[in-house]
């Protein structure tokens, strides 16, 4: 074996023993405790979860977006079809680097010193150093955690009992208003009964030194994670416009004649026959998108947000000198989430299929 | 004149309307510049949260009082059918109107009007605007990387005459026409890899060795996207059959190999071509780092391409199949003449696709220390002598490949049409 050969010229073990030894680096954005006296299995924990973080938040916000835009772009008013396709033909035309780099290094080194920052919406500061908003401080904060699983069970059973009502004997209830009002209600009550209590905390501006400023308290939003969840966001938003649209187009107009023709409204026609078809026709590309924004979201070793790949393919393995390992644990992580939403999605499509007798 | 109706604008009064409404309309457009590029707000006496939407609402009106049906002004009936059907129609116009102004002017500004142009030093730029001198000082440099500026025309020639060797398959006579697919897949790449060996990269014939340290900018761009799209056609297309094969070995093993590829992000392949794969050369062996990224590049993007083929594959019918077969054809013969060119007709767009995302991520050979044009933007923006023109840098990059990835996406659309048969 050559690998093992070179690797004796180096003086290289082969194993994973040294995810338990200490890692002796910082990480600048930690979701969980760190420190450098942490060993390098926790180093690799922060990086998954900022790389976890960074794509849950772009994919939300992407998909809000896309369903926007991708609307927008069947609307009959030309300047707003215009926009949009403007919109999707530039951003997906532009290497997804260039964005990143355009948003941290160009658009956000523009903003002002702490020191000089104006307040946004009384609560607010966006800075060169990042964003500085208001954080909550909860109280007994597990009994409103307690309380928000509870009602999204009582919504799961009270779905199920709306649609067997509507099977059996015809009769609808407004689901969506009735699931919003129990998603409210019952952690609502908590505040009552259960002790919970709520209070903001504000971003203060402190003195460092003569001339360093800094915020305190509050929620500190670094740029590098701005910037990476807006270009990812921006870039993918542009496919999923896309296959919203395909989908929506995807269904045929004589489905929409024949739902209007036995007498459905326009917003019945919508929710119960153009939307279960639409989503059949959405929901699998856009699946791949989301996977291809955990993947893009790697690119964050490029503008130094620690994610998996900067924390352990970068900073461990400098250290180490293991690259072996660490590669192969880098890629197998993301390939085991690759394969796990893959599987999934099999499984969806499956369920999702049209029943041919 | 009897019973004007401000609510239900008609065509009996169409000239009124028409003055009205473009008055009321246009007063909207000049209260919104006013208060956003000289800070008057002639709305001022109303309440601040009035005077903020007044822009919005003299829109809504004037686009009211022109909203009149059949008016027998064919300009009129055209706005009025495209962005003025009802009132939330025209709210809608009316902002998106406003949101133009309102990022186009300042852009403009930014772009041209407070652009510099002249001068060769940092000195001259002294406008508010872009420093477009600094991509004409760096341009060299944007275009050809590190390479000498004195062998910069052997880079030139390579490029014309590949460039040239591709335009003229579109000049071969009738005759030729079968061999069109072996003069692009097999002879075009051979002799621009030649060329490339031996005139960029030089060494021979007297010309002088650059290394491939060297290279870069958009040259690189070319040279990476150029050589990963020849190779990754045809191994997708390898990986696509496979995947079908009835053999349980080769149909697993392009399985496992596509998903592989798929399922992890290209900067840690390249990890892998840089920092892991030497481990497992011989002693002594060096492979180019510009060689391992090109096969990096070439086998992610060829397990992308195997799964656009196949979607065609599988959207064939089996008649096909069973067609060729009945005609005694033998597997190759059947995919060759039958399946293939069916399939690859369907999945064009899927291909170009994949194309343009490779063409797209070739900015990530950073990792392994190769500067194309975005990696030389971000050396060139931190020179001590040119601080602070991180944003035309970026723009500049982006502008050259925004024109590449929409010419060949408006390409693939052309090609989709002119090979679209009716089935």
């Given at each position: 074996m050559n690998a093992q050969v070179n690797m004796d010229n180096r003086g290289i073990e082969f194993g994973?023993?040294?995810?338990?030894?200490?890692?002796s680096f910082d990480i600048?954005?930690?979701?969980?405790d760190y420190d450098g006296s942490r060993s390098y299995a926790r180093a690799y924990l922060v990086g998954l979860l900022n790389t976890l973080l960074v794509s849950f938040i772009g994919i939300i916000l992407c998909t809000i977006l896309g369903v926007i835009i991708g609307v927008a772009r069947l609307s009959p008013n030309y300047l707003i079809n215009k926009t949009a396709s403007f919109y999707v033909e530039f951003f997906r035309n532009v290497p997804l680097l260039l964005q990143i780099f355009f948003w941290y290094f160009a658009a956000l080194r523009a903003l002002p010193m702490p020191e000089d920052a104006p307040l946004i919406f009384g609560s607010s500061y966006m800075t060169i150093k990042g964003l500085y908003t208001i954080a909550p401080v909860w109280n007994n904060f597990d009994v409103f955690f307690i309380a928000l699983i509870i009602a999204l069970i009582v919504i799961y059973f009270f779905n199920k009992f709306a649609k067997r009502k509507q099977e059996e004997e015809g009769k609808q209830y407004p689901k969506f208003f009735i699931s919003l009002g129990i998603f409210i209600v019952i952690p609502a009550l908590t505040f009552i009964v259960g002790g919970v209590d709520l209070s903001w905390s504000f971003p203060e501006l402190k003195q460092l030194a003569k001339t360093s400023f800094t915020y305190e308290g509050g929620l500190g939003i670094p740029p590098e994670l701005i910037a990476l969840t807006l270009a990812l966001t921006l870039y993918t938003a542009t496919f999923i416009a896309e296959n919203v649209r395909a989908g929506i187009q995807g269904v045929g107009k004589g489905q929409k004649e024949a739902a209007a023709s036995i007498g459905l409204t326009p917003s019945q026609v919508l929710k119960l026959v153009i939307m279960p078809q639409a989503l059949r026709i959405i929901i699998p590309p856009t699946t791949n998108q989301y996977l291809n924004l955990t993947k893009n979201s790697s690119l964050a070793a490029a503008i130094a947000y620690p994610d998996l790949v900067l924390v352990f393919a970068g900073t461990a393995m400098m250290q180490t000198g293991r690259a072996i390992e660490i590669v192969a644990i880098t890629m197998a992580t993301y390939l085991s989430i690759s394969l796990t939403i893959s599987v999934f999605m099999n499984w969806y499509n499956k369920r999702i299929a049209i029943q041919e007798k | 004149m009897s019973n004007i109706n401000f609510l239900k604008p008609n065509k009996e009064n169409l000239n009124l309307f028409l003055a009205l409404g473009a008055l009321f309309f246009f007063l909207g457009i000049i209260d919104f510049c006013l208060n956003n590029f000289y800070e008057k707000n002639i709305t001022g006496f109303l309440p601040r949260f009035i005077s903020f939407f007044t822009p919005l609402i003299f829109g809504m009106i004037g686009l009211h009082l022109i909203r009149?049906?059949?008016?027998?002004?064919k300009f009129l009936d055209e706005i009025n059918k495209n962005i003025n059907t009802n009132n939330f129609n025209a709210a809608l116009s009316v902002s998106i109107i406003i949101l133009i102004i309102f990022g186009v002017a300042p852009l403009l500004n930014w772009f041209i009007l407070d652009a510099n142009f002249v001068g060769?030093?940092?000195?001259?730029?002294?406008?508010?605007?872009?420093?477009?001198v600094y991509i004409k000082v760096w341009f060299n440099r944007f275009i050809y990387g590190m390479y000498p500026n004195a062998e910069q025309w052997r880079v030139n020639a390579t490029f014309i005459i590949v460039l040239t060797l591709m335009g003229l398959g579109y000049f071969f006579p009738a005759k030729f026409k079968k061999y069109l697919t072996f003069y692009y897949v097999i002879f075009l790449p051979i002799i621009s890899f030649l060329l490339i060996y031996y005139?960029?990269?030089?060494?021979?014939?007297?010309l002088e060795w650059v290394e491939t340290g060297a290279w870069g900018g958009l040259s690189l761009t070319f040279i990476v996207s150029f050589f990963s799209l020849i190779f990754c056609f045809p191994i997708g297309m390898m990986l696509a059959l496979g995947r079908r094969s009835d053999l349980g070995v080769i149909k697993y093993s392009s399985l496992s190999f596509i998903e592989f590829w798929r399922g992890v992000p290209l900067i840690t392949v390249l990890f892998m071509s840089a920092v892991?794969?030497?481990?497992?050369?011989?002693?002594g062996t060096y492979v180019d780092k510009l060689i391992r990224v090109i096969v990096a590049i070439t086998l992610f993007e060829a397990a992308y391409t195997a799964e656009v083929i196949r979607g065609g594959l599988q959207a064939l019918p089996r008649g096909q199949y069973d067609a060729a077969k009945s005609l005694g054809m033998g597997y190759w013969k059947m995919h060759l003449l039958v399946i293939l060119p069916q399939a690859l007709k369907l999945v064009i767009p899927g291909i170009a696709n994949t194309f343009l995302a490779l063409v797209k991520d070739t900015p990530l050979i950073f990792v392994v220390g190769l500067l194309e044009l975005v990696g030389m933007l971000n050396l060139a923006k931190t020179n001590p002598k040119w601080l602070g023109f991180s944003m035309e840098g970026y723009v500049f990059a982006g502008i050259i490949f925004w024109i590449i990835c929409y010419s060949m996406s408006k390409y693939s659309q052309k090609l989709e049409l002119k090979f679209k048969t009716d089935r």
């Open positions: 994973f023993g040294f995810l338990s030894q200490e890692a600048q954005f930690s979701l969980i | 009149i049906e059949y008016s027998g002004i060769d030093t940092k000195e001259a730029c002294t406008g508010g605007g872009a420093c477009w005139l960029i990269s030089g060494g021979e014939f007297g892991m794969f030497p481990m497992f050369l011989p002693d």
